[in-house]
């Protein structure tokens, strides 16, 4: 994911300070990877740099003195651009899943695959009941719900693809030893 | 499961002509709990279902409910245990086009001798627990796929049962109004306490659940790999 796009998305609605920002992006991406607030202010850093952002003024509450962020001309051409690029879909054709299952329906110690399988099937499915708990929760937020619906879709293809996987292999060795 | 089950099958067989549905299925199903019955097409979710519910009569095993068997029961014993203790929904809603939402809502509780004003309000009530209280005076015909189905799901649930059958509830809809459905039905069972059979295919929709029971070829696939269950198998293909 582009941290620097996500936190140019979040000024989009007017400057924040990296405490602001850092909040921001824990509410919105819930379930994204946490982002440490270094990392928040060592991109600020570079943003300003590249001038993409500038400083809009300094805030002092309770704390230490805070410097505001606004997105320049030149960080909302870059938000427009990289919001109009196309993401290349994934690569699951490398996931380590589809290489364990292919290597696990390839040894020869069945029992071994069978127990892969259980196993890794088990573990899908426990996740998947954990996102729907999390998204049919009352208290979800929109962020929460659409996070899950995310994660669920894609567990729910690889166990769609297992059981697949598992009755072409059946299916193989019905006609091999028929 | 430490107390009595709530519904049970032992040994559950059932043939459609020479061809098996169930060979021999066990289970228990606790009060209350969401269980997600699981497997290919034609692994015997459906007649199961039918079974748990009393519309089939199993050709041997047993089916007991709160401690009784209901296999033996007559279809007219059945049919009085469904309209007071069962609610159903089906993949297609099956509501009458000719009624409207309320009027297909309140049919159970007219069926079961409901005075017609008090069945009218209860059907509301529900209605509106299912978000398509502005649908009470519309006919089927004039509704999407999905508030066809909330409709249905507040048929099944007006009666109040304790055990709701659910057979591919989404199967007829798109993810969204799926997902809106199974949002309601899950969110109100478990207010009401309510036992929930649910028959799927789909792993997303047996996320919903609180347990899987995965069938194949009319008995219990204990790790839920279907076709992979016979280890001998795999070796061959290798």
């Known amino acids: ?178 | 499961m430490t107390e009595e089950p709530l519904l049970s099958a032992r040994g559950l067989v059932k043939s459609y002509g020479k061809t098996p549905a169930l060979r021999g299925l066990t289970l228990d199903v606790a009060a209350a709990e969401i269980v997600a019955v699981t497997g290919p097409s034609g692994c015997g979710k459906s007649t199961l279902l039918h079974c748990l519910a009393g519309i089939v009569r199993p050709d041997a095993g047993e089916v007991t409910y709160r401690g009784q068997r209901i296999d033996g029961w007559s279809e007219g014993a059945r049919s009085r245990l469904r309209r007071s203790d069962f609610g159903v929904l089906f993949q297609f809603g099956q509501i009458v086009a000719e009624l409207t939402a309320a009027e297909n809502v309140a049919l159970p509780l007219l069926l079961a001798g409901t005075g017609r004003r008090e069945a009218r309000t209860a059907a509301l009530s529900w209605l509106d627990r299912l978000g398509v209280a502005d649908l009470a005076d519309v006919p089927p015909g004039e509704m999407s796929g999905g508030q066809q189905q909330r409709c249905a799901l507040a048929r099944a649930l007006v009666t109040e049962p304790r055990v709701l059958f659910a057979d591919e509830p989404t199967g007829a809809l798109d993810t969204l109004a799926g997902e809106q459905v199974l949002g309601h039905l899950v969110r109100l069972a478990r207010e009401q306490s309510t036992t929930v059979v649910l028959v799927t295919h789909e792993p997303r929709i047996a996320g919903y659940a609180d347990r899987e029971i995965a069938l194949r070829d009319g008995l219990r696939d204990p790790d839920g790999l279907g076709a992979f269950g016979p280890a001998s198998r795999v070796a061959g293909a290798a």
């Open chain 1, 1 to 178: 994911m582009s941290t620097t796009h996500v936190l140019l998305g979040l000024l989009a609605s007017g400057p924040k300070h990296g405490y602001e920002l850092k909040r921001d992006h824990d509410h919105r991406l819930p379930r994204a990877k946490p982002l440490a607030f270094g990392q928040v202010y060592a991109t600020l850093g570079r943003l300003e740099r590249d001038g993409l952002v500038a400083a809009a003024g300094q805030e002092r509450a309770a704390g230490p003195e805070r410097t505001s962020f606004a997105l320049t001309d030149r960080g909302r051409a870059s938000l427009d651009e990289w919001l109009g690029q196309v993401e290349p879909p994934a690569p699951y054709v490398s996931s380590t899943l589809l290489a364990k299952v292919i290597v696990a329906l390839l040894a020869a110690d069945a029992d071994r695959a069978r127990t892969f399988l259980t196993a890794q099937r088990e573990a899908h499915m426990i996740r998947l009941r954990e996102l729907t708990a999390v998204k049919t929760d009352p208290a979800a937020s929109l962020g929460d719900v659409i996070a899950a619906d995310y994660a669920i879709a894609h567990l729910d293809a690889d166990l769609r693809w297992l059981h697949t996987t598992i009755d072409r292999v059946a299916d193989l060795y019905r006609e091999v030893h028929a």
